[in-house]
């Protein structure tokens, strides 16, 4: 079965490093939902369930999973980002509380990732997709921190996805082969009569 190894997300974060550093963008914040994992699955491999997550780039040194108090483990087990923070605003839409457990904040790993240099531009990926909970918390930290422009950055991301390397082609066709296999199946059995549910069972 392909993959996609460890060092291909290393060189992920990389080349989008460069191009943030081309756009003057100081920390990139990719939004994930089980709907939408795409941005921030592109960058750790871990896709969220019920909670949601983010992924913090700063332009220069190492990125950060952010996830939901109940989604330590879970990510751990996917992520190929080391550094992950469980943060309030990630958990599921219901909306509980967590009162003994151990949360960061968005401004204390901002304030960590930066290390001191002053953040001057934000770039969101997802935009379209955040919810209003970590939207709101994410701006609060940053106009906390003073005058810092907030931009939309999906493209910067949508560009490095349009070139596909050589063990993304291979996960396409792998996928491509499972779905034809899938409707060969479906079309040399399917009857007359048959429910949906067991059209799914082939």
């Not at 550094?83 to 967590?98: A, H, M, Q, T, V």
């Not at 949360?103 to 955040?130: H, N, P, Q, Y």
């Amino acid at each position: 079965m392909p993959i996609i190894p460890n060092e291909e997300f290393k060189e992920r974060i990389v080349k989008t490093q460069t191009s943030m550093k081309e756009k003057n963008i100081d920390l990139l914040f990719c939004f994930a939902s089980q709907s939408e994992p795409q941005y921030v699955r592109y960058y750790s491999d871990y896709a969220p369930l019920f909670e949601t997550a983010g992924c913090l780039i700063p332009y220069e040194g190492e990125p950060t999973l952010l996830v939901g108090p109940e989604s330590e483990t879970f990510s751990a087990e996917y992520s190929r980002i080391d550094n992950i923070r469980k943060i309030l605003c990630f958990r599921e839409s219901s909306d509980p509380e967590y009162p003994d457990a151990q949360l960061d904040t968005f401004d204390e790993v901002i304030e960590e990732m930066m290390a001191g240099k002053r953040l001057k531009k934000v770039g969101i990926v997802g935009l379209s997709i955040i919810t209003h909970v970590v939207y709101s918390e994410l701006l609060s930290a940053i106009e906390r921190l003073g005058d810092v422009e907030v931009v939309r950055a999906d493209d910067l991301v949508n560009d490095l996805k349009k070139i596909k390397s050589d063990n993304e082609i291979a996960c396409l066709q792998k996928a491509y082969d499972i779905a034809e296999y899938s409707l060969e199946k479906v079309v040399n059995s399917i009857r007359i009569g048959m429910t949906e549910s067991q059209v799914r069972g082939i």
